[in-house]
């Protein structure tokens, strides 16, 4: 057996190879597994994270996961599941209410599954999303001004977020580029995620749809820690650790 500990870079290769397998290390673990002391699996990681492979959180880390491309890219991607995902999101919607839809492919997908009997008002700040809801008989729309972000495909600008904030919802339903129990929901693009804050605090409830491969992982900017989730819609591939990590933390998984 390789002696881990007189080789750092097969060890941190190791590690990463683990990474990228299983989303997320353990410092004890990979310290009982690799024959060496907790401290030395700080420093792998720490190493690690300079190279933006991971993140570090309390007791390990978590993989960083690369940006998905533009918006136009994201939407030729995962087409099933975004389906899947986005009618579960849909039958969450409760008659007359008033609910924001954020920007993104999944969120797209459930604006085109909403049944043609729902009555409700709908604020979204993407284009793509009103332009859908026009069509439905009996859906209010609100569109959310100001720059439109090419990479997020909806209005994030100051403009947009001053509207927000003078509406309350019951329900939003926000989109995320990756989800970790340690690190909540995360995205790539600062302004972005800002927004989405605000439209979290606006809402009594909020929902999130994310395909499985987004899960674990962190990307760069915070958008919501797992307290402020109350659902997620997710594949039923999920793997049972981090359903039961989300479900101790409170949040609600409907898996499709």
Do not use: W
């Amino acid at each position: 057996m390789l002696d881990y500990a007189a080789f750092p870079d097969q060890r941190q290769a190791l590690i990463k190879q683990i990474l990228q397998e299983q989303g997320r290390v353990v410092c004890v673990d990979l310290a009982r597994q690799l024959g060496v002391s907790e401290h030395t699996i700080r420093r792998d990681l720490h190493e690690l994270s300079k190279e933006g492979i991971c993140k570090k959180v309390y007791g390990g880390a978590v993989i960083q996961l690369p940006e998905a491309g533009t918006f136009l890219l994201r939407k030729e991607q995962n087409h099933a599941a975004k389906e899947m995902i986005a009618t579960a999101c849909a039958s969450l919607i409760k008659n007359d209410s008033c609910v924001f839809i954020d920007a993104g492919t999944t969120n797209l997908a459930m604006a085109l599954a909403l049944p043609e009997a729902l009555s409700l008002t709908v604020a979204t700040n993407a284009p793509d999303i009103a332009a859908v809801l026009l069509k439905h008989p009996n859906i209010d729309v609100i569109m959310l001004g100001g720059h439109i972000d090419k990479k997020s495909g909806g209005c994030v600008s100051h403009t947009a977020i001053e509207q927000l904030r003078n509406i309350h919802f019951d329900q939003a339903f926000i989109g995320g580029c990756a989800m970790s129990p340690e690190s909540g929901l995360t995205g790539f693009d600062f302004a972005d995620c800002e927004f989405k804050k605000v439209a979290i605090k606006q809402s009594n409830q909020t929902i999130v749809g994310l395909t499985a491969d987004k899960i674990p992982g962190v990307a760069r900017f915070a958008v919501a820690g797992c307290d402020e989730i109350h659902v997620l819609v997710v594949e039923e591939q999920l793997n049972k650790a981090f359903y039961n990590a989300f479900r101790a933390e409170n949040i609600t998984l409907i898996t499709v």
